[in-house]
C-alpha cells in the first residue's frame, strides 16, 4: 500500500522559510513525478509544483516562482519543497502527490485524474 506522508509546516512570519517533506513508500518512487499542491480555505485545491524523478525536471506556478524550490531524493524516496520569502497568501493545506510517469502522462504537468497517490496534507500558516 502506497503511503505519503507530509511533514515541516507550521506557524512563520512573513518573509521566512519552511521546508515541507514527503516520505513515501509503497510503489518505485523512480518512476514517479512528485508534486505538490495547496488549498487555502474557501478555495480550490492548486497546483505549486512538480519534479520528474527519472530526470529531475521541474515546474512551478508562477506564483512560487523564485521563491519555492522542488527537490527529490531518490534513494529516500522523498520530496521536498523549500519555501523562502513566505507570504500570507502562501497559508494553505500543502499536500504531496505521486504521478506514474512509467505508465505514461498525457501532459505535463500531469492531468490531476492521473495523480494516483496522495498525502494527508501539512498546515502552513504565514503571519503577515
Known amino acids: 500500500e502506497a503511503q505519503l506522508v507530509e511533514s515541516g509546516g507550521g506557524l512563520v512570519q512573513a518573509g521566512g522559510s519552511l521546508r515541507l ?3 513515501t513508500s509503497g510503489f ?17 485545491r492548486e497546483f505549486v509544483s512538480i519534479i520528474a524523478n527519472t530526470d529531475a525536471r521541474a515546474i512551478y506556478a508562477e506564483s512560487v516562482q523564485g521563491r519555492f524550490t522542488i527537490s527529490s531524493d531518490n534513494a529516500k524516496a522523498t520530496v521536498y519543497l523549500q519555501m523562502n520569502a513566505l507570504k500570507h497568501e502562501d497559508t ?37
Do not use: N
Not at 513525478?33 to 474557501?42: E, I, K, L, N, S
Not at 512509467?102 to 494516483?116: C, F, I, K
Open 28 to 44: 518505485i518512487f523512480g518512476d514517479y513525478a512528485m508534486a505538490w499542491f495547496r488549498q487555502a480555505p474557501g478555495k480550490e
Open 21 to 23: 517533506s514527503c516520505a
Open 92 to 128: 494553505a493545506v500543502y499536500y504531496c502527490a505521486g504521478a506514474s510517469i512509467a505508465s505514461g502522462l498525457t501532459s505535463w504537468p500531469p492531468r490531476h485524474y492521473e495523480y494516483r497517490y496522495w498525502g494527508q496534507g501539512t498546515q502552513v500558516t504565514v503571519s503577515s
